[in-house]
């Protein structure tokens, strides 16, 4: 059997296994102290760690799966890792700055069987899903990377919006969320974490029912059944109706304001009607509600779709707020290194394919 990344428990998880192999619990304590706040590429660099422990865990975990196949630098800051896991599989990893910290958009799962009809993720579909060690590897991965550079950064959000459906990988996204959120570790605060789904309505119930306070951000992309099904093919199993369900319960246990995602895609659904629309529809939950309007990326194989006008952004922006609507724009970092969700990863498979 092969090692698995320690990486990958929770703190409880790694206390109970280092008890279970006869190990004290303040163990634990130092274990994770040398992983997340000292960052070591090596178990045998834990030095007030007795060498049992130490010969235990080498036996059993190992410190790295990922390996970097390529990193590209925006100009703006941005960076892309392309990361290889050990079977072979590629996926991707954004390293955003904004003026309020360093923002690091992860992967969940290898490709998506959502399948929208604009995204470049869902063109390939879904090999399977992340390991937490995987997702929580992405970050450390980035975190060692700014280390290397010796400016004392240090990430400080992160956005669940990379390749696959977080929420069709539940307890793997929930073990990750665990382990950087917790103050022994990374410590990165729930509200500076943010969870991107496409809509699965009885997931939603279970997310709301967990005990952890990240944001969840909800992509919607349309206000009525036909258009949203038109795009997003899972919206015949959870229609508008169902999904508004488990929002309404997710806001009564959570009581936390809800992201909803909106792609402007030219002529589709970015006429006034729709924002008219889309107003009515969050009416009653305006005031636990932001929309964030995305100008769409355009992929190559999406050639149907494009970018809509920046006047019709614009206008839609201001029909939501003449209407009570919380809403932004939100414009792309990285435009010049396919920073857009699965792009690189799907430009690399591409071009291997080719080869
Ligand atoms: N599967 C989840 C999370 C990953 S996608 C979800 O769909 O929410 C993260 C966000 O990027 C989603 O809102 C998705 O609709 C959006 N997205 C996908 N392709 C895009 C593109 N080409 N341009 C802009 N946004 C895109
Ligand atoms: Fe999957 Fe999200 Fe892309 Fe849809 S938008 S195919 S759910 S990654």
């Given at each position: 059997?092969?090692?698995?990344?320690?990486?990958?428990?929770?703190?409880?998880?790694?206390?109970?296994?280092?008890?279970?192999?006869?190990?004290?619990?303040?163990?634990?304590?130092?274990?994770?102290?040398?992983?997340?706040?000292?960052?070591?590429?090596?178990?045998?660099?834990?030095?007030?760690?007795?060498?049992?422990?130490?010969?235990?865990?080498?036996?059993?975990?190992?410190?790295?799966?990922?390996?970097?196949?390529?990193?590209?630098?925006?100009?703006?800051?941005?960076?892309?890792?392309?990361?290889?896991?050990?079977?072979?599989?590629?996926?991707?990893?954004?390293?955003?700055?904004?003026?309020?910290?360093?923002?690091?958009?992860?992967?969940?799962?290898?490709?998506?069987?959502?399948?929208c009809?604009?995204?470049?993720?869902?063109?390939?579909?879904?090999?399977?899903?992340?390991?937490?060690?995987?997702?929580?590897?992405?970050?450390?991965?980035?975190?060692?990377?700014?280390?290397?550079?010796?400016?004392?950064?240090?990430?400080?959000?992160?956005v669940?919006m990379?390749?696959?459906?977080?929420?069709?990988?539940?307890?793997?996204?929930?073990?990750?969320?665990?382990?950087?959120?917790?103050?022994?570790?990374?410590?990165?605060?729930?509200?500076?974490?943010t969870v991107s789904t496409s809509g699965l309505a009885?997931?939603i119930?279970?997310?709301?029912?967990?005990?952890?306070?990240?944001n969840l951000a909800v992509s919607l992309h349309a206000p009525n059944?036909?258009l949203r099904?038109?795009i997003m093919?899972?919206n015949?199993?959870f229609?508008i109706?169902?999904l508004m369900k488990s929002i309404e319960?997710y806001l009564?246990?959570?009581?936390r304001r809800i992201t909803y995602e909106y792609i402007m895609l030219?002529?589709?659904n970015d006429?006034?009607?729709e924002a008219v629309e889309l107003a009515k529809l969050l009416h009653n939950h305006r005031h636990l509600a932001y929309v964030n309007l995305i100008?769409?990326?355009?992929?190559?194989?999406?050639?149907?779709?494009?970018?809509?006008?920046?006047?019709?952004i614009?206008?839609f922006y201001?029909t939501l707020k003449?209407r009570g609507i919380n809403c932004g724009v939100r414009?792309?970092?990285?435009?010049?290194?396919?920073?857009?969700?699965?792009?690189?990863?799907?430009?690399?498979?591409?071009?291997?394919?080719?080869?």
């Open positions: 059997m092969s090692k698995q990344s320690i990486y990958g428990l929770t703190f409880d998880q790694l206390t109970e296994w280092l008890t279970s192999h006869g190990q004290k619990r303040f163990r634990a304590d130092q274990v994770w102290n040398w992983l997340y706040k000292k960052r070591v590429a090596n178990f045998s660099e834990m030095n007030n760690v007795n060498s049992e422990t130490i010969d235990l865990l080498e036996e059993h975990f190992v410190l790295h799966t990922l390996e970097e196949d390529i990193r590209q630098e925006s100009k703006d800051g941005t960076i892309k890792f392309l990361f290889k896991m050990a079977d072979g599989n590629l996926i991707e990893t954004v390293l955003m700055r904004f003026h309020y910290g360093l923002s690091v958009c992860v992967t969940t799962q290898v490709g998506c069987n959502i399948g009809s604009f995204c470049a993720s869902g063109l390939l579909r879904k090999n399977r899903d992340l390991t937490s060690a995987e997702i929580v590897e992405q970050i450390m991965n980035v975190q060692k990377h700014l280390d290397a550079q010796g400016k004392d950064e240090r990430v400080s959000h992160i669940v990379g390749i696959g459906e977080p929420l069709d990988n539940f307890t793997n996204l929930m073990d990750f969320l665990y382990v950087v959120n917790d103050d022994k570790g990374l410590n990165i605060g729930a509200r500076h974490i009885h997931k119930y279970e997310f709301a029912d967990t005990d952890i306070q990240v059944n036909e099904t038109s093919k899972i015949k199993a229609p109706e169902k319960y009564e246990k959570k009581n030219r002529d589709v006429h006034k009607e100008p769409y990326n355009t992929v190559d194989e999406h050639i149907d779709y494009q970018r809509s006008e920046s006047t019709s614009q206008a201001e003449e414009w792309e970092n990285g435009a010049d290194i396919d920073a857009a969700c699965g792009q690189l990863r799907s430009k690399q498979i591409n071009k291997k394919k080719a080869i």
